[in-house]
């Protein structure tokens, strides 16, 4: 049976009408799998640049941290270091102050004199030499002679030895200092210095410890006594 152009025509529409669909269809699909794809690869480039963000800000955080551990430690540093000056300030200002009163020493010449003895034999027992001699400040000079006369019986009854004792009259100590004397042995070689000055600075430094405990209080920190 022959189809008329109707009918072929009919076919012809429906066929196209089949094809325009699966090819909708399969443009959907294509679509669909495009979409899904871009998406996830959208996810995977996010989560990729949120962890290298959240990488770099945690080594950011770490280095601020390192760098605030850093600031802390030398502004510690800094203020410990301000306090030991302050401290050590203070104690220089009580040395000074005690250098101005025993500057005052020799204004009393019996207080003085006393002292003068005690010095030069001192300075005798410890050369414990037949021949020394004696510097002192021009201003002591009539004092220190009168000492060592006093002295000398005192000295040669304690070691059983002669002393000759020589007053340097070329070479004084300044007349800064607060007092007392240098005895040097016969070649000049061995000094012993008894000076005000020099005594106070030795007993700062031997009683320094007990000066910065008696200032400050004991150091929590300190494991050894000497």
């Known amino acids: 049976m022959a189809l008329s152009d109707a009918d072929v025509q009919k076919q012809i529409k429906h066929m196209m009408a089949f094809i325009e669909q699966e090819a909708n269809e399969k443009a959907e699909e294509i679509d669909a799998k495009a979409e899904e794809e871009f998406n996830i690869e ?21 280095q601020i941290e390192q760098q605030k551990k850093i600031q802390m430690s030398n502004l510690m540093n800094q203020a410990r270091l301000k306090v030991l000056k302050a401290r050590d300030d203070m104690i220089c200002d009580l040395l000074n102050e005690a250098r101005l009163r025993l500057s005052k020493v020799a204004t009393d010449p019996v207080r003085y004199s006393g002292l003068m003895d005690g010095l030069l ?7 414990l030499e037949c021949k020394v001699t004696i510097r002192c400040r021009k201003q002591d000079m009539q004092m220190v002679q009168a000492s060592i006369q006093k002295n000398i019986p005192i000295y040669k009854d304690a070691v059983k030895n002669t002393l000759e004792v020589r007053i340097d009259q070329d070479h004084h100590l300044s007349p800064d200092i607060s007092g007392g004397i240098e005895i040097y042995n016969g070649d000049g070689k061995i000094k012993v210095s008894n000076t005000l000055d020099s005594r106070l600075d ?6 320094q410890p007990e000066i910065r405990v008696a200032l400050f209080g004991a150091n929590q920190n300190r494991k050894f006594l000497d």
């Open 121 to 127: 034999l001192q300075g005798l027992y410890q050369l």
């Open 202 to 207: 030795l007993m700062a430094q031997q009683m």
């Open 42 to 62: 959208k996810g995977r480039l996010v989560q990729t640049q949120r962890l290298k963000i959240m990488e770099y800000y945690e080594k950011k955080e770490k």
